[in-house]
Structures are given as structure tokens and as C-alpha cells.
């Protein structure tokens, strides 16, 4: 059996030093589940959160079996987890990589300033809102920019984000994918017809000005080099590539 675990101190260590803030978030109880099959003395745990799943611990069938239905991203905390993700999902799992980037940038405000300044003529910088949330909802590109937090109301009391418009319209924005007591999980995503104007560094770098200014550290994880390109760009360090299991 599979239980949801309510004491995130029983699995803490498991993790060791494991430097991800969705499973952060987990531990906090501030976003995400955790699931055991053990709550008295668990040696094995999966964090979810999102699109994503974090094993840790021993090994365990069980755990990796009971992912909900639906795309995840299965993230192995060693190559002993990859293996029994790749026997539990024979055929239907695809190992990709992904890039991990720093979590200590000093960031350069004049710098994030003057991105931040390069918008194009015609388009709008703001935060978003309660009629940019519908709007994000309503668009399958944009949908991950608000959609981890359970409603609108959970997004705007404890997410940020920043968008820009044209003619009322949202085309590009950067936001918090999840929290944490002390940040956000960057997401950030251009429509493709919008793409290549530097719109979406625009809106991290106001974004990441907005979190400086809240005490809030924008954590940034890549899914490909195009985003370590841009993480780059705005200051942060690229740190080493893992491999994660994108699962149908």
C-alpha cells in the first residue's frame, strides 16, 4: 500500500542534501505530496508536485508503480532509482536530460534593470493578475505558468508572475511554477509565434527584480540549453546535467 505521509521530518534525511525546491516545498508542506508505504519508518519516499516526481530513499516498485495517471517526470535520485523506473516502465518511458542550475547567484540589478528594458514597441510588461490567470488557464502554452497552485485565489495571494501583452493578449510570461517558504520554481513560456523577441527575457527579468525585491530567491532549473542559454543571460551559473524519465 501507498500512503500519503503527513510528518515530512520521517523521510527529511532521505533526501540529503538533494538541492530541489519542489521537494522543498514538499517538505515544508507548503505545495506538493508526499507518498510512502511505510509512515511509521519509511525507507523509501516519492515527493510530487506539478508535473514532477522525486524518488529517494531505497528503491521501491511499489512507489514508482503508483505514479497518478498522465505525463510525469519521473527524477531518480540515483541510477539504482533510473533502473527500477526503467523496469517498472518498459517501452514507455524516455530518458532525457536536464540542467541544474546554481542556487546561490548573486544577482546584478542594473543588469536584470536594462533586460528588463528591452521591450518591444507595442507590448506591455505586467504582473498577472486575476484576468491574466483566466488567460494563462485558457491557452494550452501558457497554462504552467499558474497552474500547479489548487486555484486563482492560491496564485495570486502566494504566486508571482509577469507577463506581457499585446492588444490585451497574453504572449509571453515568467512565473512561480511552485513555492517555498524562501522562493519560487522559475517557469517561463512564450507563444511560438511570439518567440525569438526577447520577450521572455523580459519578463524574467522582471521577475526575478520583483522576487529580489520581496526577499524571495527565483530558483531556476532548465529543461533544455536553450533555457541554461537564458538562465545564463540573466546571471545564474550553470551547474551539472541529471537525467529524468518523461513517462505517458
Given at each position: 500500500?501507498?500512503?500519503?505521509?503527513?510528518?515530512?521530518?520521517?523521510?527529511?534525511?532521505?533526501?540529503?542534501?538533494?538541492?530541489?525546491?519542489?521537494?522543498?516545498?514538499?517538505?515544508?508542506?507548503?505545495?506538493?505530496?508526499?507518498?510512502?508505504?511505510?509512515?511509521?519508518?519509511?525507507?523509501?519516499?516519492?515527493?510530487?508536485?506539478?508535473?514532477?516526481?522525486?524518488?529517494?530513499?531505497?528503491?521501491?516498485?511499489?512507489?514508482?508503480?503508483?505514479?497518478?495517471?498522465?505525463?510525469?517526470?519521473?527524477?531518480?535520485?540515483?541510477?539504482?532509482?533510473?533502473?527500477?523506473?526503467?523496469?517498472?516502465?518498459?517501452?514507455?518511458?524516455?530518458?532525457?536530460?536536464?540542467?541544474?542550475?546554481?542556487?546561490?547567484?548573486?544577482?546584478?540589478?542594473?543588469?536584470?534593470?536594462?533586460?528588463?528594458?528591452?521591450?518591444?514597441?507595442?507590448?506591455?510588461?505586467?504582473?498577472?493578475?486575476?484576468?491574466?490567470?483566466?488567460?494563462?488557464?485558457?491557452?494550452?502554452?501558457?497554462?504552467?505558468?499558474?497552474?500547479?497552485?489548487?486555484?486563482?485565489?492560491?496564485?495570486?495571494?502566494?504566486?508571482?508572475?509577469?507577463?506581457?501583452?499585446?492588444?490585451?493578449?497574453?504572449?509571453?510570461?515568467?512565473?512561480?511554477?511552485?513555492?517555498?517558504?524562501?522562493g519560487i520554481e522559475?517557469?517561463?513560456?512564450?507563444?511560438?509565434?511570439?518567440?525569438?523577441?526577447?520577450?521572455?527575457?523580459?519578463?524574467?527579468?522582471?521577475?526575478?527584480?520583483?522576487?529580489?525585491?520581496?526577499?524571495?530567491?527565483?530558483?531556476?532549473?532548465?529543461?533544455?540549453?536553450?533555457?541554461?542559454?537564458?538562465?545564463?543571460?540573466?546571471g545564474y551559473t550553470?551547474?551539472?546535467?541529471?537525467?529524468?524519465?518523461?513517462?505517458?
Amino acid at each position: 500500500m501507498v500512503y500519503t505521509l503527513t510528518d515530512p521530518e520521517k523521510v527529511r534525511p532521505l533526501f540529503g542534501s538533494w538541492e530541489e525546491t519542489m521537494i522543498i516545498s514538499c517538505l515544508q508542506r507548503v505545495m506538493g505530496t508526499l507518498y510512502v508505504t511505510d509512515t511509521g519508518h519509511p525507507k523509501s519516499v516519492m515527493a510530487v508536485l506539478g508535473d514532477f516526481a522525486f524518488f529517494a530513499g531505497r528503491p521501491c516498485r511499489e512507489l514508482v508503480e503508483s505514479k497518478r495517471p498522465g505525463f510525469l517526470i519521473l527524477v531518480p535520485q540515483d541510477e539504482a532509482w533510473a533502473h527500477m523506473i526503467e523496469a517498472c516502465f518498459p517501452g514507455r518511458c524516455r530518458r532525457v536530460t536536464r540542467y541544474a542550475i546554481r542556487k546561490d547567484t548573486v544577482f546584478d540589478r542594473d543588469r536584470l534593470r536594462s533586460l528588463k528594458s528591452r521591450l518591444p514597441e507595442g507590448c506591455l510588461l505586467q504582473r498577472i493578475d486575476s484576468t491574466l490567470y483566466d488567460q494563462c488557464m485558457e491557452n494550452a502554452w501558457s497554462r504552467d505558468l499558474v497552474s500547479v497552485f489548487p486555484s486563482r485565489e492560491a496564485f495570486l495571494r502566494d504566486g508571482l508572475g509577469m507577463a506581457v501583452t499585446v492588444n490585451g493578449r497574453i504572449v509571453s510570461g515568467a512565473s512561480s511554477y511552485t513555492r517555498y517558504r524562501e522562493g519560487i520554481e522559475v517557469e517561463v513560456d512564450t507563444r511560438r509565434d511570439y518567440r525569438r523577441r526577447s520577450l521572455a527575457t523580459v519578463c524574467s527579468a522582471a521577475l526575478i527584480l520583483s522576487c529580489l525585491d520581496l526577499g524571495l530567491y527565483p530558483s531556476w532549473d532548465a529543461q533544455n540549453l536553450w533555457s541554461v542559454c537564458l538562465a545564463e543571460k540573466l546571471g545564474y551559473t550553470f551547474s551539472h546535467e541529471y537525467p529524468v524519465y518523461e513517462v505517458e
